[in-house]
């Protein structure tokens, strides 16, 4: 059985709490014994140094950490002080490859040709090995008209990509903060719920976003026996 967890938009600087709320979770995951974190994306709030600068102290945790880059982030910022916009993670039983979806100047994604390059590079490395393909932003819509107006643009690119590569087991992305299970390319697609806020789509409105931050934080953990995938969505309450 392999385990980890997915956060997602912890957002450092978007709220007076939002070092907090991301240093909970990263504590609390950490402390699970998990194979792996990962973390989808809006990593800083406004790209500042000094936001990803404390964001790079929260996530020099003990288990092993890959991280890709969000809308709100600056990728020179992002490389410089956090790493590769790109990143992989080669355990025996699975590959999990993070994919850059940035674009610069927008909210939106979109895969370049030369991320998507990379990952096919990645994900015919190991044709035999399960494959887990993360993003920050989803590839479906959600629902949620002011998320799904920033989605990710093109997403056939990426379905195109994946469908060179059968022993890919799952999408995972985040941008929605809040959690959601929907189908892509034939995959699973599981978004991870946020660390800074939670989306209130009950009230959604094409023109709005409306969040809370006073729900905990939340993050997704995923249990995977080689064939079937179990995702929990579990909130971490602040002391």
Request: overall charge negative; proline content about 9%; glycine content about 8%.
């Amino acid at each position: 059985m392999v385990a980890f967890a997915q956060i997602s938009d912890i957002h450092i600087g978007g709220s007076p709490a939002s070092e907090e709320r991301a240093a909970a979770v990263l504590r609390h995951v950490d402390s699970l014994g998990l194979d792996a974190i990962l973390v989808t994306g809006d990593i800083a709030d406004h790209a500042l140094p000094e936001e990803y600068d404390t964001a790079a102290a929260l996530m020099r945790v003990g288990t092993p950490l890959i991280v890709c880059p969000g809308n709100h982030d600056s990728v020179p910022e992002f490389d410089k002080r956090i790493g590769p916009a790109n990143q992989v993670l080669r355990l025996d039983a699975v590959t999990l490859a993070l994919a850059d979806s940035s674009v610069p100047g927008e909210a939106y994604g979109f895969l370049a040709d030369e991320t998507l390059a990379w990952l096919d590079e990645v994900l015919a490395e190991r044709p035999g090995v399960p494959a887990f393909v993360g993003l920050h932003h989803p590839p479906v819509p959600l629902g949620i008209p002011y998320v799904d107006r920033i989605a990710l643009r093109e997403p056939e690119r990426l379905a195109d990509v994946l469908a060179r590569h059968p022993h890919v087991t799952a999408v995972l992305a985040g941008h929605a903060h809040t959690a959601v299970q929907a189908r892509f390319a034939g995959l699973p697609l599981v978004v991870a719920p946020g660390v800074v806020s939670t989306c209130l789509t009950s009230v959604e409105t094409a023109d709005t976003f409306p969040v809370s931050y006073e729900l905990p934080p939340a993050f997704a953990l995923h249990l995977f026996d080689g064939g079937n995938l179990v995702t929990h969505f579990r909130p971490v309450v602040l002391k």
